[in-house]
């Protein structure tokens, strides 16, 4: 499997969205492991998509469905450790505002992980 430009910059978005609460879960950064090695991606582009996460963002996607999926997967991941921190919210409000997408919408689904779990499908459709 080869992968795509797309989940080249997911996972580029996932290794900065672990670092910023300041901390990263062993969980998290086996989670991002796991993604990046199911997707094609080998552990020598996995080092480089660590060290410098900022040039695999300019791949990002662009048609409006993947944008909303690429959302939603960074979402799902900041509730994967149960705690949502501020920076991690923050973080996912300006990657919807990059994407095109409501802050505000970002906002209302956080509220709603809080309070139970949400299915990624769930969270998906919350965000415009």
């Known amino acids: 499997m080869i992968a795509s430009d797309t ?7 996932l290794v900065q969205l672990a670092f910023a609460d300041g901390k990263v879960d062993s969980m998290e950064a086996a989670h991002i492991q796991l993604l990046a090695a199911k997707a094609g991606i080998d552990a020598g ?4 998509i660590c060290a410098q996460p900022s040039y695999y963002l300019t791949r990002s996607p662009i048609g409006l469905e993947d944008k909303r999926t690429f959302l939603a997967h960074l979402i799902a991941f ?22 095109g997408f409501s802050a505000e919408a970002v906002a209302e689904v956080f509220a709603a992980i ?12 919350v965000l415009r």
């Open 7 to 13: 989940t080249r910059a997911l996972v580029a978005s």
């Open 45 to 48: 582009e996995f080092d480089r």
């Open 78 to 99: 900041v509730s994967f450790d149960l705690h949502i921190a501020d920076e991690e919210q923050a973080y996912c409000e300006q990657k919807a505002r990059e994407l």
């Open 114 to 125: 809080r309070s139970r779990t949400l299915p990624i499908e769930e969270i998906r459709s």
